[in-house]
C-alpha cells in the first residue's frame, strides 16, 4: 500500500457523461500527479499540481480539468465523456514536486465509457 | 511531447538470465532517471533511479546504468525470476516538470 487513496476503483458511464475522480496524497505529500493508461499503452503525464497550484501540464484535454484543494486531495474532472476515454487513471503523489522526488501512485481508477 | 523511447516492448528470458531494457532520450535539463514496474493489474512502483552524477547504481539484482553523452540509459536484470514478469517504464522529466514515462517493456521470465 503506497499510502496513496483513489475513489472510485471503477466507473462505468455513457459517452456525453460528466465524471469525477478523486485522490487523497500520502500524508505529508504537497505534489499530485494525474496519469491516463490506456490499454496497451504507456503512462501518458496528464497534470501535476503542488501545494494547490497548477504546475506543469502535460497531455490533458480541454474537456478535462482537475484541482487541488486546501487539504491537498486532488480531483480530475472529464466531460464529456468519449467512448475513447475509456482508461485506467492513475494519480500519484510526491514530497515536494522536485523532479528527483520518488512518486507514489494510487490502486488507479477503472473508467469505462460504453 | 515524449521525449523517451524505449525498447524493447517485449522482452522473453528463461529464469536466470539476464534482462536489458534501454531508455533514450532528447534534449534534458533534468538529471533524474527512474524505472519503474508495473505488475498486472496493480500500480507502477519505483524499483531504481540514477542521478546524472553517477555512471551506474545496483540494488541486488537490478541495476541502472547512464550514459549522457548518447542519451541513453539501461535497466538490468540479473539472475531474473518469474516474479520479475511485469512491464517495466522508464521515465525522465525534460525540464524537471513534466514527468514523461518511456513506452513501456512487458518483460516475460520462462521458468
Known amino acids: 500500500d503506497s499510502g496513496v487513496t483513489q475513489t472510485p476503483k471503477h466507473l462505468i458511464t455513457a459517452t456525453g457523461q460528466r465524471v469525477t475522480l478523486r485522490c487523497s496524497p500520502r500524508s505529508g505529500d504537497l505534489s499530485v500527479y494525474w496519469y491516463q493508461q490506456s490499454l496497451d499503452q504507456g503512462l501518458q503525464f496528464l497534470i501535476q499540481y503542488y501545494n494547490g497550484e497548477e504546475r506543469a501540464k502535460g497531455n490533458i484535454l480541454e474537456r478535462f480539468s482537475a484541482q487541488q484543494f486546501p487539504d491537498l486531495h486532488s480531483e480530475l474532472n472529464l466531460s464529456p465523456l468519449e467512448l475513447g476515454d475509456s482508461a485506467l487513471y492513475f494519480c500519484a503523489s510526491s514530497v515536494g514536486g522536485a523532479e528527483g522526488d520518488e512518486q507514489f501512485f494510487g490502486p488507479g481508477t477503472r473508467l469505462t465509457v460504453l | ?111
Open chain 2, 1 to 111: 511531447g515524449e521525449n523517451v523511447e524505449q525498447h524493447p516492448s517485449t522482452l522473453s528470458v528463461q529464469e536466470g538470465d539476464s534482462a536489458v531494457i534501454k531508455c533514450t532520450y532528447s534534449d534534458s535539463a533534468s538529471n533524474y532517471f527512474p524505472w519503474y514496474k508495473q505488475e498486472l493489474g496493480k500500480r507502477p512502483q519505483l524499483i531504481i533511479d540514477i542521478r546524472s552524477n553517477v555512471g551506474e547504481k545496483k540494488d541486488q539484482r537490478i541495476a541502472v546504468t547512464l550514459n549522457k553523452t548518447a542519451k541513453h540509459f539501461s535497466l538490468h536484470i540479473t539472475e531474473t525470476q518469474p516474479e520479475d514478469s511485469a512491464v517495466y517504464f522508464c521515465a525522465h522529466p525534460p525540464t524537471g516538470d513534466q514527468f514523461y514515462f518511456g513506452t513501456g517493456t512487458s518483460l516475460t521470465v520462462i521458468p
